[in-house]
């Protein structure tokens, strides 16, 4: 009777009172999304941690500068896959097509003698029509992109043969190409860097505040942004004293951050990227609001080939050279597993641009620590395994959960 | 209840599907500030009747006026830019994003000056009209950045609805509005849907839940087989009035399609007395929720 009595007469107000649970829904923000990124950083933390102790030259600042020169190939790679996995697909061909279009780059630049900046922006459209063409057949014939871009990873590994040649290597000496991965900004250049981008991030969060706090609507305190900034100024500062303190700010991290900065904006602040995670979290819905679904596949494949293209290039700069293992081996699969690690959703609709530099960051200190150490290749392949697998998995208990709480 | 010219009228539409007849000289009107509610058993043409007016699928026979005005529905957008907003049972929401992003999607606001160059979105001022929207309708949500996904299934009902309203329609079509829902959240949705008619919408509810359907509507249309068996106001009919249409047991011609459409509309409106339904609990809730 009394439940009857409230069905037949509604709160005027709505009601909803104890449907609302402010508390338990910022604690849940809180240990899915900000402390998401934040037991990364704890991770990356403990295996610093690990191998400092193990071997003191590994925070010098010499290794770690070699470590960011070493993770800019499949940071930038990580970029495009990320945008892949917001959508709920995966680009299993990022390798191949990053192999294919260096040796293009290659091919132009050493045995056709074009500029290096045509060669560069040449592979970078041989990638972009590479994704346009693997979306097209995607939401086309409708072929999961689990397939296409496993054919994809199979055809542009020949195509890379193909380009190469009878040599297959192709040595790189053009100072412009080369120059990528090996100039440096030391001193009061490393710090006018610094200084310029603390002072943009600065501007854009306290304008971004002050415009929620004119509107009325509901904002961190200021005190907490203020920390924020804080935390952000020292670890730039500490960044560029460690890099100046070795040979400067190096022009290849500088391109990565660039890169991810970029494309966070995209994801985040515009119409776009709003619609990647609205597709990767429902795409009926999306569709429904009149989103055009396919067009935003398309594109996203089309960038993160062009992504992929971009990491080849600063992978054949460091190597000084294009050859047939090119974009072979795990450069695949590291690509793939570093956003994963960092916690972006193999199941779409969740995850961020930073995560392609966290995880690069995690997999590149577990590579180079282990080098450092001297151990077996096998030995770093099975804790990287290891780590992935354990990223994985909390993704998938993290995604139980909220299916339990009755969120998909 | 309310006089005012139809705002939506169908005439003698048909829809089949190869060779199943789905709708067959469908006569159906809505006026601004009326909640009509469809009911029928599964396969009567409810959910085809609803995505033809959708623009979902486009109709092979018959006519639809908008506001006086003949007007062809072929596509979904047609629809939207007529101002008929539908909201469908599977709410169609991402889970992922919050309230605001929900409400805005495929429809977000740029910002201007020098971040059209951009294309960057307007935050701030998506957020306010959020906050205004869900405060017009009343509906309470505490957190307007907090994602959809965290909500109960009444919350996220009502952001549907919201987001239906957005483009300011004329009518609003709701798919099972309180299918799935416990209690407390159909009465929250019920009281949104009483809200839109008293801000003149034009309310179309499919449901299966008599109760319900008793609680809101101002007329209740019968389909069977894909024609409109009968249509009642609803303070003057029975519950077992209305069951008896949709299972065809009051119908005479049980079983056959031909007099069914002689009932459409005013014929229909038989007069029987109320009180001697044996369960009483419909009439009850009738009352309470026209009180």
Same mark, same amino acid.
């Given at each position: ?20 649970? &402010? ?58 896959? !990320? ?60 072929? &999961?992109?689990? !397939? ?26 053009? &100072? ?49 942004? %203020?920390?924020?900034? !804080? ?76 992504? %992929? ?29 570093? &956003? ?69 | ?121 307007? #935050? ?22 907090? #994602? ?27 798919? #099972? ?115």
């Amino acid at each position: 009777m009394t439940a009857e009595a409230t069905a037949a007469e509604p709160t005027p107000a709505g009601g909803g009172g104890p449907d609302d649970r &402010p508390m338990k829904g910022f604690l849940r923000r809180f240990v899915e999304g900000d402390l998401g990124e934040l037991r990364v950083i704890i991770v990356l933390a403990v295996i610093w941690a690990i191998f400092q102790s193990q071997e003191d030259r590994f925070l010098s600042a010499t290794n770690l500068t070699n470590l960011l020169l070493q993770i800019t190939a499949i940071g930038l790679v990580s970029v495009g896959v !990320v945008l892949v996995l917001l959508l709920g697909e995966i680009d299993l061909s990022v390798g191949a097509v990053s192999g294919l279009c260096a040796a293009v780059m290659a091919v132009l630049s050493v045995k056709h003698g074009w500029s290096p900046y045509l060669a560069i922006a040449a592979a970078v459209a041989v990638g972009t029509a590479i994704g346009m063409f693997h979306g097209s057949v995607f939401t086309q014939f409708g072929v &999961p992109s689990f !397939v296409v871009t496993l054919a994809g990873l199979l055809a542009w590994q020949g195509a890379q043969l193909e380009v190469l040649g009878t040599t297959g290597t192709i040595n790189m000496t053009d &100072p412009e190409i080369t120059g990528l991965t090996s100039t440096f900004y030391d001193g009061a250049t490393g710090w006018a860097i610094a200084i310029v981008g603390f002072a943009v991030y600065a501007a854009v969060s306290l304008l971004t505040w002050r415009r929620k706090v004119a509107a009325g609507l509901r904002t961190q305190p200021l005190s907490t942004l %203020a920390i924020r900034l !804080v935390l952000a100024a020292a670890a730039i500062v500490a960044a560029v004293a460690v890099l100046n303190d070795d040979r400067g700010v190096p022009l290849a991290a500088l391109i990565l951050v660039g890169f991810v900065i970029l494309f966070q904006f995209v994801t985040t602040k515009t119409t776009f990227g709003r619609h990647i995670y609205a597709v990767g979290g429902n795409d009926e819905a999306a569709r429904r609001a009149g989103i055009k679904v396919k067009r935003i596949r398309i594109v996203v494949f089309a960038i993160a080939s062009s992504m %992929a293209a971009v990491g080849g290039i600063m992978a054949a700069s460091r190597l000084l050279a294009v050859n047939q293992s090119s974009g072979a081996g795990d450069f695949l699969l590291l690509a793939i597993a570093g &956003p994963v690690i960092a916690g972006t959703s193999l199941f779409g609709g969740r995850g961020s641009v930073w995560t392609a530099l966290l995880g690069a960051l995690v997999i590149g200190s577990i590579s180079n620590g282990m080098d450092l150490l001297a151990l077996e290749s096998s030995v770093k392949f099975m804790v990287t395994g290891a780590v992935l697998l354990v990223a994985v998995v909390i993704d998938a208990l993290a995604r139980r959960r909220r299916q339990a709480t009755g969120r998909v | 209840m309310n006089d005012g010219a139809p705002v939506l009228t169908l005439e003698e539409v048909s829809k089949s599907f190869g060779p199943v007849q789905a709708l067959q000289d469908v006569d159906f009107e809505v006026r601004p500030g009326e909640v009509v509610a469809l009911v029928g058993d599964n396969g009567a043409g409810k959910s085809t009747l609803v995505k033809a007016i959708a623009g979902i699928h486009s109709i092979d026979g018959g006519r639809i006026a908008f506001e006086g005005r003949p007007v062809k529905v072929s596509t979904p957008t047609d629809a939207v830019n007529l101002g008929i907003a539908t909201v469908y049972q599977d709410l169609a929401l991402c889970d992922n994003l919050d309230v605001v992003e929900n409400l805005f999607l495929g429809r977000e606001e740029r910002s201007v000056g020098l971040a059209t160059i951009t294309r960057q979105l307007d #935050e701030t001022s998506m957020e306010r009209q959020a906050h205004e929207l869900l405060d017009n309708l009343a509906v309470t949500i505490t957190d307007v950045r907090s #994602e959809v996904g965290t909500m109960s299934g009444g919350q996220r009902q009502q952001v549907a609805i919201a987001r239906s309203l957005l483009g300011e329609p004329k009518v609003v079509l709701l798919d #099972e509005p309180t299918a799935a829902l416990g209690v407390r959240q159909t009465a929250q949705v019920l009281a949104l849907i009483k809200r839109l008619r008293d801000k003149g919408h034009g309310v179309v509810v499919i449901s299966h839940n008599l109760s319900n359907v008793f609680e809101v509507a101002d007329r209740i249309v019968v389909l069977r087989l894909g024609r409109v068996a009968a249509v009642y106001d609803a303070k003057e009919t029975t519950h077992e009035e209305v069951v008896g249409a949709i299972t065809g047991a009051s119908d005479p011609s049980t079983g056959e399609l031909g007099p069914a459409v002689d009932e459409v509309m005013g014929a229909a409106r038989r007069r029987d007395q109320p009180g001697e339904q044996p369960d009483g609990e419909p009439r009850e809730r009738e009352t309470g929720g026209t009180a």
